[in-house]
């Protein structure tokens, strides 16, 4: 079946960049995405990417999307301490309604 | 702001007692989506609809229901909860998956306790 994998934490100085990594199993993904969940709140979609593209900028937002590794990244240019939040990535199958997610990746932004 | 709202936030229920969870989306999605997330865990899909159509997961118990008696409108109903159904319940919604730009879009979530 399909697996998402993802570390569990990353610790990171305010005004760095974070990189937080994912691996899929599904070689039929179409869509990869991160979401992101503050405690006690929902999941706030981030950003996506198509399986055909390779790179996503959005602000301070990078996802790169290496498909024939079937690794996706999330690079936060200048991390915010507004930025610690639980990060998780998620693939989705053609045709299907399912996401499936990792186990989400704690960032934790030291001021 | 088109968005998906979940009510209560915070529910308390006792062991065995029926509950009922709702949802609503002004996004005029097809499709519904009940997931349950425990702490420290992936959201695990429950079921969704998409228009009227139901559709449940395999490994989802019976114990756990739902209703959309409208495009806007979706409900989980826990029958008999247990203390293992402690957790935050997320609802999402989503055009269909053939659309050009699938995105699924999270409400805020409510966290269910069993006394």
């Known amino acids: 079946g399909e697996d998402v994998e993802q570390s569990l934490f990353l610790s990171v100085r305010e005004g760095d960049s974070s990189v937080i990594n994912c691996t899929y199993t599904?070689?039929?993904?179409?869509?990869l995405y991160w979401y992101k969940q503050e405690p006690g709140a929902g999941l706030q979609l981030l950003t996506y990417?198509?399986?055909?593209?390779d790179m996503k900028q959005d602000q301070r937002l990078t996802v790169l999307l290496n498909k024939k590794d079937k690794h996706l990244s999330l690079r936060i240019a200048d991390t915010q301490t507004g930025d610690s939040a639980i990060y998780f990535c998620?693939?989705?199958?053609?045709?299907?309604?399912?996401?499936?997610f990792g186990k989400g990746t704690k960032l934790s932004v030291i001021p | 702001d088109a968005m998906v709202i979940q009510n209560p936030r915070y529910q308390v229920t006792q062991f065995g007692k029926p509950v009922t969870l709702s949802c609503s989306q002004t996004?005029?999605?097809?499709?519904m989506y009940w997931y349950q997330q425990k702490s420290s865990q992936a959201p695990k899909l429950l079921f969704h609809?998409?228009?009227?159509?139901?559709?449940n997961e395999a490994d989802t118990p019976d114990n756990f229901q739902s209703r959309r008696p409208n495009t806007s409108f979706c409900f989980l109903d826990i029958r008999s909860p247990g203390l293992g159904d402690a957790a935050m319940y997320l609802c999402?919604?989503?055009?269909?998956?053939?659309?050009?730009?699938?995105?699924?879009?999270f409400g805020p979530g409510t966290r269910l306790t069993v006394t």
């Open positions: 999402a919604t989503s055009r269909a998956p053939g659309s050009s730009a699938y995105e699924q879009y």
């Open positions: 599904d070689s039929s993904s179409t869509y």
């Open positions: 990417i198509f399986s055909n593209m």
């Open positions: 998620a693939e989705k199958e053609a045709g299907s309604y399912q996401l499936t």
């Open positions: 996004l005029n999605h097809n499709v």
């Open positions: 609809y998409y228009d009227k159509d139901f559709n």
